[in-house]
Every structure is written in C-alpha cells, then in structure tokens.
C-alpha cells in the first residue's frame, strides 16, 4: 500500500472517529439537557398542582370528585375546567410526566391518564411531595416520568440527525482535504525516489530541487549532497582501480618480459637479472601490504601493538636512518628540540613508518642547502609532532588532495623516485588509527610543515631507583 493511500485512509479514519465520538457526547448532552428542562417544568407543575389540591382539600375535607375536577383536566375533559375557573393560570400541558395522587395508605385515587386508580404507588417511582392540612399528611402528589412524547422525540431526532449530516459533510471535506495533503506530502518523497532509481540503474544524475521549506527540503539537501559524495567516491574508486592496475602492471610487465627474455634465452639469468627481478617482486610486494595495511586502518581494524615509547629516541632513531640522504644533500636535518622525557603508549612500529614517510618526503622535496626540522611539544593531553622543511611548498589546489591514495603532485619524477604515491595515506591512515590528527601547511617558495597530534595517554618516565 502507497503511503498516499495509508495517509489518506489514517486521516480519514481520524475525522470519522472525532465525528462519530462528537456526535455520541452531542447526543448524549443534548438529551441530557433537554431532560433537565423537562424536570423543571414538571417540577413546577408539580408544585402548582400541589398548590390547587391543597386548597380542594380545604375546601372539600375529602378527594372525592377530584379526579373530575383537576385530573381530567390533563385526558382532554374540559368540564374540570368548568368548574375549577382558577385552572385557567395553570399550565395543564405535561410533555414527559403523569400526576399521580396518592391517599395516605399509597393507593393511587386520581392521575392524569385516568388508568391507573386503585394501583399501589410501589409500581411507580417519581418524585413526591405530601400534601398536609394542618400538619397533618391527607395525601401525596407523585410525578411519574413515563418516557418523552412524540414532540420531544422529534426534536431529539432531529438533532441527532443534523450532527450526523454535519458529521458526514465533514468527513466528505477530510477526504477531499486529505487527498489534497498527502499528494502535496508524498511528491517529494516520489521526486527521491525517482533520483533515487536514476542512481541505482547508473543513470546520469540530476539535483532534486524542493521548495517546501520543511523536513523534506532537508532530505532533499541531504541527498543532493550524498549523490554528489557518490559520484565523487565513483570518480575516486574508477581512479584507484586504474592507479592499482598502473602500479601493478608495471612490475608485472617489466617480471614477464624478463622471464620470457631468459625463457628465449636472449639473457641469461645471472646475478644482475635476478636481483632487478627480485626488486620488482619486491615493490608488488610492498604495494599490496601499503593497500592491504590501508584498508585495514580505514576499516578501523589495523591491529595496534602498543606499549610505553620514549618519543626522542624513536625520532633519533629514524632520523640516524635519514642522515646519510641529508649529508648527500648538504641538508641540515634538526631534531635536538625534543624532551628526554616524554613516553607515549603507542605502536611503534606503524608510528615509525608514520615518521620516515614525513621525514622522508621532506627531504626529497627540500632543495640542497636546505633545512628539515623535527619538533616535538606536550599539548593538553597529547603529544605534537611537527615535521617542518624550506622546500618549494604545495599549491593551495593540491593540498585538499595530499592524503589520498596514489596522489603525486610531482609527476615529472621518475617511478623509482615517486614511489606508489601511498606514503602520505598510510600515515594519515596510522595515525587516525591512534586516536590521533595529521594535518598540513604550506606556501609556496616558503616550505611546508606536517603536523601530527597524537591523543594518546602521556606518560612521564619516572626516575629509575638505583
């Protein structure tokens, strides 16, 4: 079922319910007050009556004749008028009630149908009022409600019957209203999900544009934005499959024609040979443990081995490694600014590769005669570590792009020199899996600084008893 249809139908049934439950309480209140008028009109015809039979009473002594000259008054025989002239200020009209008189053993002697003399009152229930001649009881006056009559059933019914049209109107209004509100709902949600379609079979995607200024423009903005980040995941997927069948067919090029060259026996497979084919088994190797490792650490699930390091030590380490490329270079490589006492609870052997691939490209990238400097300082809670060289800088258009996969803003070098242009991504991958942040700033003729923040708990090495 269409959620057009299910809103229709819900506000529909709504209406209906909210109709149906204001007709029973308009019912029952009308008949209710209706009832209460009736009671006090006969309340007072009551009280009237009682006011005339007093003084019969007094008059006669007896209630003999009395139904003859009040009672008959009330089945249509107008010789009770006739003789009781001051009936004419009393209203004789009962709509809903009969007047019953009892004697004082409770035996019915006069009432306004003229049936029911000789019955015990016990057969009617009413209200009572007794009749007393000088504080003494002659009778009691009983008013018996025997149902409406047919004037008071046509008003009620009438009623009735106006709420049920009323009813029935308005629910003929919700359901046009209703249709009306679910297609101006729901064409927003069918506009999605005929973008939505157009995505799934591949088709070329458009904006959805929403002007309804609610919940659903935002939805709208929001898918704008996830197929806009689609197509640009797409875009990044369709690169790295063509960048990893690049970097793979290479190797895998130079390994066969080698091997089909010694199969032919246009080489020989000396020493020479083998070692450049070992060197390119080698860099396949090292490619698909940099994607593998990677894909784990953006996964979130590159296993980390950590334990207390002492920071000045692995950065003297790495660097020691480097000093060799600096002095080829003439490059002065600092890193003295470091505490002794800074112990972090890391991996060192991912934060290790983390180092050498900032030390290392800084080095490639800065001029001879240049300088590359290693600082490291205690943040709140975190460790920094800044990685700064006097380089020609990055473009402010390739800085967005520096972290991702295969990405080489120097594609004037050679393969050998470049490498596979994962370096800086598995960084950025290494140390987000610690928790920590990698960032980058650069201008141009004036060098560039890569700064890691690692969050990871400090830990001061604490003095050594003897």
Not at 23 to 28: G, M, P, V, Y
Not at 140 to 167: D, P, R
Not at 196 to 214: A, L, Y
Not at 426 to 437: L, M, N, P, Q, R
Request: proline letters at 3%; aromatic letters at 6%.
């Amino acid at each position: 079922m269409k959620l057009q249809t299910k809103l229709t139908i819900a506000f529909i049934s709504i209406v209906l319910l909210m109709g149906l439950s204001q007709s029973i309480f308009l019912q029952s209140k009308i008949q209710d007050t209706f009832q209460n008028y009736l009671d006090r009109q006969n309340i007072g015809y009551l009280e009237r009556m009682k006011q005339n039979l007093t003084l019969f009473y007094e008059e006669t002594g007896s209630w003999e004749n009395v139904q003859q000259v009040y009672f008959n008054e009330f089945t249509g025989n107008e010789h009770g008028m006739m003789m009781r002239g001051n009936m004419n200020s009393m209203n004789m009209h009962l709509p809903s009630a009969d007047l019953l008189l009892l004697d004082t053993r409770g035996t019915v002697i006069a009432d306004t149908t003229g049936t029911r003399n000789g019955e015990s009152s016990t057969n009617f229930n009413g209200k009572k009022s007794d009749i007393t001649i000088d504080g003494k009881k002659v009778g009691t006056l009983l008013l018996y409600q025997s149902g409406l009559q047919s004037l008071e059933k046509e008003f009620i019914l009438s009623s009735n019957l106006a709420i049920i049209n009323t009813s029935i109107i308005a629910a003929l209004i919700a359901v046009l209203l209703s249709i009306w509100i679910t297609k101006k709902i729901t064409k927003p949600l069918k506009e999605l999900t005929k973008r939505t379609k157009q995505i799934t079979r591949g088709e070329k995607w458009t904006p959805v544009t929403i002007s309804t200024k609610d919940e659903w423009q935002e939805l709208g903005d929001a898918y704008n934005e996830m197929a806009v980040q689609l197509a640009k995941n797409e875009e990044v997927r369709q690169t790295l499959v063509a960048d990893v069948a690049h970097e793979l067919r290479t190797p895998l090029t130079i390994l066969q024609g080698e091997l089909e060259s010694i199969q032919e026996g246009v080489k020989q497979p000396n020493e020479e040979v083998i070692l450049k084919l070992i060197d390119e088994v080698y860099r396949l190797k090292r490619l698909v443990n940099d994607l593998q490792q990677l894909s784990l650490a953006e996964a979130g699930k590159l296993p980390l081995h950590k334990h207390p390091v002492q920071i000045k030590e692995l950065i003297e380490r790495i660097c020691g490694n480097f000093q060799w490329l600096a002095d080829e270079k003439q490059i002065s490589l600092r890193y003295d600014q470091i505490s002794e006492d800074v112990w972090l609870e890391i991996d060192p052997d991912r934060i290790t590769q983390v180092v050498v691939n900032l030390v290392g490209n800084a080095l490639r990238h800065t001029p001879n005669h240049g300088l590359v400097e290693i600082t490291g300082y205690e943040g709140d809670d975190s460790f920094i570590l800044k990685v700064s060289d006097n380089g020609p800088g990055i473009p402010k258009d390739t800085l967005p792009f520096i972290f991702e996969r295969f990405y080489k803003r120097d594609l004037s070098r050679s393969r050998s020199e470049s490498g596979t242009g994962l370096g800086l991504s598995i960084a950025k991958g290494y140390v987000e899996a610690h928790g920590g942040t990698i960032a980058v700033d650069s201008e141009i003729n004036k060098g560039t600084t890569f700064t890691v923040v690692l969050p990871s708990k400090l830990e001061h090495k604490k003095d050594e008893e003897p």
